[in-house]
């Protein structure tokens, strides 16, 4: 005889497609790549299925494991994978969400690959971090034509090809970045590893790195100081005569989150290297890079704020108290629309990074110089409010939200990454300023693109003059304010422009306006927005339509 009925719990949040997500879509058309919904629909069911979510459980539940050494004492460095980690990488590089705008020329393609790792990273975010780091090293490789021309083909391939082989036996290569030493990881200048040219024009590094994560890629983009300074080097991880380079993997690091990641310390012990780009030239070359990989920590950052949103739509919709749906109950109502328009914010706002991007790529020096601005602000402000959504979303579980099977511990654990690597808190907000001051056109190109919204709502036109007022003084010790205000300011523009009014509404009159006082405005925590907000209709918007 059953003890109980099982009732009062949502149905499992499996069979749906991640990418039916109102704001994404009409921000992968308005950026150019309409041409790809069919395939950004096809992986986000992919996403939302059963099988994939049961992947990403697996790949986090069984983290990576290093095998230093065979049982005969010879070294391997190499890292062993659960079958499921496999099984998302396939996914993602058959789908190109690690190279393909490098094989496609058509305009938006960018856009197009941006939409599949938002949809698809709903999957799992570990495995995000190779993937990321394939399809921003092309720009920085190009600084060498000849290493370009061999390896960009194989990194661009759709052939997930893991193992231990030279680069030019395999199918399809991926790439990581190695600049983080023990002493430094913001101020890379202060990098030990030695590079030291051989005669044949390469060169032999030798030193160690802090963090290395995806250690079982093909080839590393690697700082070390050379003759001329700090310089960028390409590394292979098998030679090419088919012996292993002097890349020795340390440790594993053990993560608060990002599990299914392999993260390592590395030791080069007279590692072959080729140089990338000009000897002292290395911060320059290697930027182009994290400068691809910052774009991925907004987008990445949104996927996991649409993910935590729709788990709590998804239960509020089905779980009743006192008598009543959560989501029907005014002050959840408050909750969740709270979350869902800093998730549409975030997710508005890298679109049009991404379009920015491509268009960039594309020779469009304003958008280029827009870029430069935008996205440091927005990387500083869309990844530090992570943890506080990623934490509010879990909580609109109850008890639930708490439980590692509900998926929500992994978001919250994954959530303060994004803000981390590629430049932490600070170091991005610095960068934010740093642009303004040492390229001004890149602000008026910002103001250009937020005056497009101007006399479309009084809150955003005076959240401008405030921050050009703000902006005339920039000091070092504020560089998180004008971040802050930067990033409002653009994602209450883009709304204002192409969102959907109540979101947009909502979004002046919490993040924009000015008014002061406790009750008058948004408060300090989500779910404090101002009476009168249309909650119903923002939070239909993020919460899934199971088949
Ligand atoms: C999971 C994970 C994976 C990683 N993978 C890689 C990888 O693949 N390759 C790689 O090279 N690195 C990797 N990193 C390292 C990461 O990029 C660095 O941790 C990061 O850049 C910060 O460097 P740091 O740890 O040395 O901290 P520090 O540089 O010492 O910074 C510490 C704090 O000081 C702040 N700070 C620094 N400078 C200033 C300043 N001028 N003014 C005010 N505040 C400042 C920073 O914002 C930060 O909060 C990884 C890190 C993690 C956690």
Not at 255 to 263: D, F, P, T, V, W
Request: net charge negative; glycine share 10%; hydrophobic share 45%.
């Amino acid at each position: 005889m059953p003890t109980h009925e099982v009732f009062n719990q949502p149905p499992a949040l499996t069979g749906y497609d991640v990418a039916d997500d109102p704001a994404m879509l009409s921000a992968l058309r308005r950026e150019g790549a309409g041409w790809a919904e069919d395939a950004v629909h096809e992986l986000g069911r992919l996403a939302g299925s059963a099988q994939a979510q049961e992947q990403g459980r697996q790949a986090n539940e069984n983290p990576p494991k290093l095998r230093t050494h065979d049982r005969f004492g010879n070294r391997l460095d190499e890292v062993e994978f659960h079958p499921a980690w496999h099984e998302l990488m396939t996914v993602a590089v058959r789908y190109g969400l690690h190279a393909a705008p490098w094989r496609d020329s058509r305009p938006g393609a960018h856009v197009a690959r941006a939409a599949g790792f938002y949809a698809w990273g709903a999957a799992d975010a570990g495995h995000c971090c190779p993937i990321s780091m394939t399809y921003a090293v092309v720009p920085a490789l190009r600084h060498a034509p000849g290493l370009a021309g061999r390896f960009e083909p194989l990194l661009a391939a759709p052939e997930y090809d893991f193992g231990l082989r030279p680069a030019e036996a395999k199918r399809g290569l991926l790439a990581g970045m190695s600049m983080t030493e023990k002493q430094g990881g913001s101020d890379v200048r202060a990098n030990t590893t030695r590079a030291v040219p051989a005669d044949d024009g390469s060169y032999l590094l030798t030193g160690h790195k802090w963090f290395t994560s995806a250690p079982m890629g093909d080839l590393f983009m690697v700082l070390a100081q050379a003759p001329g300074g700090l310089s960028c080097f390409l590394l292979p991880r098998v030679r090419p005569d088919g012996t292993l380079n002097g890349m020795r993997l340390q440790r594993l690091k053990d993560k608060l989150g990002n599990r299914s990641n392999a993260s390592a310390e590395v030791e080069y012990d007279e590692a072959l290297a080729w140089l990338v780009g000009e000897e002292g030239r290395g911060v320059r070359t290697i930027i182009e890079m994290v400068n691809m990989t910052r774009l991925d920590c907004v987008l990445g950052t949104a996927t996991g704020m649409r993910a935590g949103v729709t788990m709590a739509a998804h239960h509020a919709a089905h779980r009743t108290a006192f008598g009543r749906k959560l989501a029907d109950q005014p002050l959840m109502a408050s909750v969740l629309a709270d979350l869902a328009i800093e998730s549409e914010a975030t997710t508005t706002a890298a679109f049009r990074l991404a379009g920015a991007t491509d268009r960039a790529v594309r020779g469009d020096e304003q958008e280029a110089a827009f870029r430069r601005l935008a996205l440091a602000a927005t990387k500083y402000w869309a990844c530090k409010r992570a943890p506080a959504h990623a934490a509010e979303a879990l909580e609109c579980l109850g008890g639930n939200g708490y439980v590692e099977e509900s998926g929500m511990p992994r978001l919250y654990r994954e959530a303060p990454l994004a803000s981390i690597w590629e430049g932490s808190g600070n170091v991005a907000a610095l960068d934010a300023l740093r642009a303004l001051k040492r390229q001004p056109e890149s602000a008026e190109v910002f103001f250009a693109e937020v005056d497009q919204a101007a006399g479309a709502d009084r809150r955003l036109d005076q959240a401008v003059i405030r921050l050009r007022k703000e902006l005339s003084d920039p000091s070092e010790a504020r560089a998180r304010q004008l971040a802050e205000a930067m990033a409002l300011v653009l994602q209450g523009a883009l709304l204002v422009r192409h969102g959907d009014p109540a979101v947009a509404d909502a979004f002046a009159a919490s993040r924009l306006a000015d008014d002061g006082g406790f009750f008058a405005g948004w408060g300090r925590a989500f779910g404090t927005l101002p009476a009168g907000t249309d909650t119903a209709a923002i939070v239909r918007r993020a919460t899934p339509g199971l088949a």
